[in-house]
Every structure is written in C-alpha cells, then in structure tokens.
C-alpha cells in the first residue's frame, strides 16, 4: 500500500497531518503483513519520519509540492512514476488529493469548505481543489471522511451514493491529562490562524466581555501560525479597546498545549466552518469546557457537552464567555467523556476492514 504523507511535517502537524499520522499507526501496526511505502515531497521529511516500522518504507518524490503547479505536477507525474516503480496496487490519498493511476485508490476527503468559500483561500488553491477533489469522489474506488456532517456533504454537492463514504472520525491529536478544576482566568483559542478561522468575530467578543464589571484580570490566549498576512484580523486587533489583553503565542510544544487547555476558563472555537475540529476534542480531553460556533462538524462533536453560538454573533459570544467565568465546571465530566467516543483505533478498523485479508510483503 503507498500513502501520499507530505503532510508528516515534523514540528508542523495540523489537521490533515494528524490523521495521516495517527491513522498509519494503527493500520501499520494493525496489517504487519503489508509493505507501506509512504510517498513525501521533501526530504527533510524522510530524513526523519514521525513514523517507523518493519514494515514502513520512506520515498521521496520530487517536487516539493507548495503551490498548485507543483502539486499538479506531483499527483499527475511525480507520484503516478513512484506507483508504477512500486507496483502499487492501492493508493490511499489522506489529503483529498488523487492521483492518475490506474492502481485502486482511496482518498479522505476532510470536508468541502473551498466550495462553500472559495474566497477563503487564494483563487488558484480554490480552483484547483475544486476540480481535484471533485475528480477523486468521483472516481477513487474507496471514500472516506472524519464527521458526518462531511459525509452528507460530500454525498450531496457531488453526487456520490452516501453508502460510499465510509466515516473514519478524528479524534484526539494526543493523550492530553485533565487539567484542575479551578481553572486560570483566561480563555484559548487553538489553530492556524486563516480566515475561515473567524479569530475577527473572537477579539470583537472579547472585546465587550472585558467592557463587563469585574472582568478585568481575563486574558484572551491564541495559540497556532498564521498562513499568510491577514489585513482585516490586524485591522480587527488594532481597533480593539483591550488588545493589550490578548496573546498570540504562535506554535506551542505538546507539553505547552497541553498546559494551555489544562488551565484555561473555557476552550474558543470560532471557525466558520470544520470538517471535524480536533482542538474541541483535545480541549475536552483536558476537562476544559468549550464554547463553539453552531455550524458544520462542531455542531455534531460540540451538541450537548458544550456551548453553541451562532458564528458570527458577537454579544452572543461575550455572553457566553462571561457565563463560562463561573459555569465553566458543569461541562467538565460531559466533555470528557465526549472525548472518549472518538478513537484512532476505531476509525483505523473501518479503513483496515476494506484491506485484502492477506497480504505477502515483498
């Protein structure tokens, strides 16, 4: 089986990469009977993998794929030479991204978010996801996606029979400890710092909780790396009354995120729209309580063990954000144990189930 895992980026893992990752760990584990060649498009990345096995192989495919020429050139020319010198007989894609080949392939598709908003990304990124990923629902021989929410999502813009998109959920990126009950006076926010994101919508809210009586020792803490310059988020904390209160800490170590969920008030996640949300989940795992925005997959993850706010609701968000200052403790247990019903390990046995039974290793 060969994997396209040019998201195994160490230091630099995000979604995509989490799943990729946690996924093979359990697969390889799972089918010691299969050779696994895992493709990359950089040799930093092979040179020391977050992954090794008996059974693991590491290649690298030139180019690097960074913008969509290269990836163009990779999934049309660089990956199809390394199937063929393989003699592959699967492909699985974690990306969304497929291949041409004429071996059997698989893809996951995360959700479809640069169909619904296009001008979130660069138009040439939108574009070429758009054709590329339409291309692999409708053609790869096997489907996947982390929620529900994605599966009928996918099912519906392309046309691909619901029983076809088999659900492989994500869950908790590491095994994070609870944190304390009495929590620290602030409030996290965890992710790459993009537009869809919706970190404007978090700084307005915060904004008018910190304009409340007594909330004065509240701090807003923000943890991930911006992709690329945002005009408007700057412009958004440039205008604020209490930006002096906030805190952008870029890339933190597992032992600092950790930490960050573990002590906070309550967990911020204000994105527009989620294949799934991993952070929820991690934040969950920690006992710390969560307000979200009520769309997409964290309506499905966040229901019942959290709060929901409509997404672009500002006094709404503040409201909620001032109820967690003393109410933050009656979402502990039920967050936890939110957390435990999604696991690597179950999401790895539905894509392992449809592997042939037996396998020789060349």
């Keep these: 089986m060969v994997v396209n895992a040019r998201w195994l980026l160490p230091g630099k893992l995000e979604g995509t990469g989490m799943y990729t990752l946690r996924m093979?760990?359990?697969i390889t584990a799972q089918r010691s009977d299969i050779e696994f060649v895992l493709l990359y498009d950089r040799p930093s990345t092979a040179k020391h993998p977050l992954l090794q096995g008996d059974n693991i192989k590491h290649r690298v495919v030139f180019p690097p794929a960074r913008h969509p020429l290269l990836w163009h050139l990779w999934n049309r020319w660089a990956v199809p030479r390394a199937l063929w010198k393989e003699r592959a007989d699967l492909y699985w894609s974690p990306d969304g991204l497929p291949a041409q080949t004429s071996a059997k392939q698989w893809v996951t598709i995360h959700d479809l978010n640069f169909e619904h908003h296009p001008e979130w990304l660069k138009s040439n990124v939108a574009r070429y996801y758009q054709r590329e990923i339409r291309r692999a629902a409708l053609e790869a021989q096997q489907l996947f996606t982390v929620s529900e929410w994605s599966r009928k999502d996918i099912a519906e813009r392309y046309g691909v029979p619901f029983e076809r998109i088999l659900l492989t959920p994500n869950a908790s990126g590491r095994e994070f400890q609870p944190g304390p009950v009495e929590r620290q006076p602030y409030f996290c926010a965890v992710g790459a710092m993009t537009p869809r994101k919706n970190l404007q919508t978090l700084l307005r809210a915060f904004d008018q909780f910190k304009s409340r009586p007594?909330?004065?020792?509240?701090?807003l803490k923000i943890a991930g790396e911006a992709h690329f310059k945002d005009a408007a988020l700057e412009a958004v904390y440039a205008g604020m009354a209490h930006g002096g209160s906030v805190e952008f800490l870029g890339r933190l170590s597992e032992r600092e995120l950790e930490s960050l969920y573990q002590n906070a008030t309550a967990f911020c996640m204000p994105s527009a729209m989620e294949g799934f949300g991993i952070p929820v989940i991690e934040a969950m795992q920690c006992g710390t309580a969560v307000i979200s925005a009520d769309n997409s997959a964290l309506s499905e993850v966040v229901k019942g063990v959290g709060v929901l706010v409509d997404t672009y609701d500002?006094?709404?968000?503040?409201?909620?954000?001032?109820?967690?200052?003393?109410?933050?403790k009656r979402w502990r247990e039920v967050g936890m144990a939110r957390s435990t019903e999604y696991s690597w390990?179950?999401?790895?046995?539905?894509?392992?189930?449809?592997?042939?039974?037996?396998?020789?290793?060349?």
Excluded: I
């Design 214 to 219: 007594g909330m004065d020792r509240y701090t």
């Design 345 to 362: 390990k179950q999401s790895a046995e539905q894509l392992v189930a449809q592997l042939p039974l037996k396998q020789v290793r060349r």
């Design 24 to 26: 093979l760990e359990h």
């Design 314 to 328: 500002v006094a709404a968000w503040a409201e909620a954000m001032a109820e967690m200052t003393t109410g933050h």
